[in-house]
C-alpha cells in the first residue's frame, strides 16, 4: 500500500493507519499536487456503504468547519477517500486547552447551523468520533453519512436530536477546565441542551449567541475570516486596537491559531494593518517591544508562515517582508535560510521594479554575516582587501634615537637593520635618550638652545654685511669662501647601525663675484666635527635670495599679434615714400670705390699706404 498510486494520481499511502473502526481505516497520505493528504480505506461491501455515504456527504455540503473532501477512488473490493489532512480529536483531546476548545467548539456549531439553515438537513450523528483536528488546531465535523432532509425527517429526529446531541458533547469537552467561561456554559448546556422537552430547547443560532462565544479571542478570529465583507471604516478602526487586543491572549493559542489569519494576504495589504500590525508580528520580542510574539514563538509559528510567504509572488506582500526582513532574519535558523530565503531572496534580483532589487539587496546584505558571503554570491571570492590601520602599541625599544653623531665604517658602509626608519632633519645639539624624556619639535623648528646659540655667534660675524664692500680680489673671495663656506653638513637622523650621511660641499667664489655657488656634487662621507651652523645657514639664506628661481618663466603666455588692414596700408605707403628719395643706378655707373690714383697721393699701394 505504502507504493499505492492507483486509487489517486501522484499520491503515497503509509501502511500503517492512525486509527481503526469497524466501517474504515485512516492512514496519511501525500500528494504532489495537493501535499499531506488523509486517506479513509474501508471495505466496498455495497453501493450503500458507510464509507461511500459519507464520501457523498463530503462532496455535497462544503463548509470551513466540514471535513474538505478531495477524491474518492473505489478499487477492486475497496474504497479510498481522500481528504485534507486531519487527526481524530479522540488522539489529542488531552491537548487541548480552555482557548482551543471554545474554538473548536464554536466551528462546530458553525458547521451544525450551515446544515440546519442552509443545507436544510439534521447531522444525525454528532459525537466525539465525527470530529476531527487539522494540523492548524481547527475542528472539522465528519460523519455526514447519516444526514436527512429535515422536512422528511421524523419528529424524534429533527434538529432537537442535533441540540441534545451537541450538548452532550460539550458537557463531556468542558467537564476537566476549572475557567470561569468554561463552567458557566457547561452549567447553560446541562440546563438548557439537555432538556427532556424538545419544545424548550434552544436552537442553534441561539446557541451561538451566548456569552461564551462573544469571547475576544473567538470575536477576533471570526473577524478576520469575513476581513472580505467587512467596509474600510470598520477595518480601520478594527486593525487599530487589534494590537492590544492580542496581548491579553496567551502566546501558544496565538501562535497555532492566529498567526495564519494575521498573516494572510487580505491583511498584509490593508494601510492600516501594515501600519500598526504586521511590524508587531513580523518582529520578534527581542527587536521590537511591543511585539506579539517571543522570540521561542516566533521561530516555532511565524517563522513557517514566512517561509511560505516568500513563495508568493504579489509585490505588496514581497516589499512588505523585505521592509522587515532584517527585524525577524536572524530569527530563521541557517537551514531554512539557504534551502527556502535565499533562492527567493535572489529570484527578486530579476524583477524589473527597481523598489524591489534596491530592497532585495539590502536583504541580501543582512544575510551575509548569518551565511557567509561564499553562500550568498558564490564560492569564487578571494582575499582582496588588508587591514592598513597603524599599530595601536608602540615598541619605545625599536627606535634609538641620538642626535650625537655616531662613527661610519666608510663612505659605502651599509648595514640591512634599520633600512626603513624614518629621517629627519633636525638640530645636532640636542640628545634625546627616549620617548618619555623629550618631546620631538616638529620638523625645521627652531628650539630655544638653538635661537641662543644664533645670537652668540652673529655677534662675532658683524662683517657679513659687509662682503660684498670688501672682496675685491679674486684671493679674498677665495678665503671667505674657505673660511666662510667651507663646508655645509646637513646630518639626518643615523639609525641603529652606522649609515652614511649626506654631506653637500660648496665651491669657491667665483672670480668677480660675491656669491658662493652651491651647485656642488652631493657626496656621502663620515660626519666631521660639528661646525656652528650660522654662517653656513646665513649663506645658504642668501643665495637662495640672490638666486631665486622664477618657476613661472615657462608659464608666460605666447600670444601672437595681429597686423590689421590699415597697418599694411601704412607700412606700404611708408615704404613708397624711401624709395622716392633713393639713388637710381644704371649701368653707365661703375662702383669702383675709391677709384685709381696716382702712386705717391694717397692712394692704396702694394706695399700699404
Known sequence: MGNNTSSLPDSVIDDSPILTTQDWSLHHAESTDHGPLSVFIGQKTSQDSNLLLLAKGLKQYRHPSILKYYACAPNVGQIYLFTE??????????????????????????????????????????????????????????????????????ANSSENRDILALGILITELLSRFTDRESQEFNEFAKSNLLLPDLSRRPSISQILAQPYFQQDYILILQYLKDLTLKSENDKEEFFSTIGDRLMSIPQQVLGQHFAKP?????????????????????????????AIFSDEYFSEYVVPEVKTLFLVYDSGIRLILLENFSSFCKSIDTATLEEDILPALLLGLKDTSPLIVSQTLRSLADIVPILGPEKVIGKNTSRIFCDGSPSRRINKESYNISWKPQPMGGAQAHSSEGENLPRTILPTSHVIKSFDDHRFPPVGAETEEEDLRLEESANNLEEWDNWGEEATSGDDQDNIGDNALNQITLSSIPPPSNKPVIVVESKKLQDGGDVPNLDGKMQLRPLQSQ?????????AKDVEAKEELDFFADMTPDIPTQTSVLDKIEKAISNKKMEKFAAVLDDRDECQGWGEEEEGQGGWTDDGW
Open 85 to 154: 489532512k486531519v487527526c481524530p480529536l479522540s488522539l489529542v483531546r488531552t491537548q487541548q486547552n480552555p482557548f482551543s476548545t471554545g474554538l473548536g467548539i464554536f466551528q462546530v456549531c458553525q458547521a451544525i447551523k450551515f446544515l440546519h439553515e442552509t443545507g436544510r438537513v439534521t447531522h444525525g450523528n454528532i459525537n466525539e468520533n465525527c470530529l476531527f483536528v487539522t494540523p492548524s488546531g481547527e475542528w472539522k465535523l465528519s460523519g455526514l453519512d447519516n444526514v436527512q432532509l429535515i422536512s422528511q425527517a421524523p
Open 531 to 539: 661646525q656652528p651652523l650660522l654662517p653656513q645657514l646665513a649663506a
Open 262 to 290: 494575521l498573516l494572510s494576504r487580505y491583511v498584509m495589504m490593508d494601510f492600516t494593518a501594515r501600519e500598526k500590525l504586521v511590524p508587531r508580528i513580523l518582529q520578534p520580542e527581542s527587536v521590537h517591544p511591543d
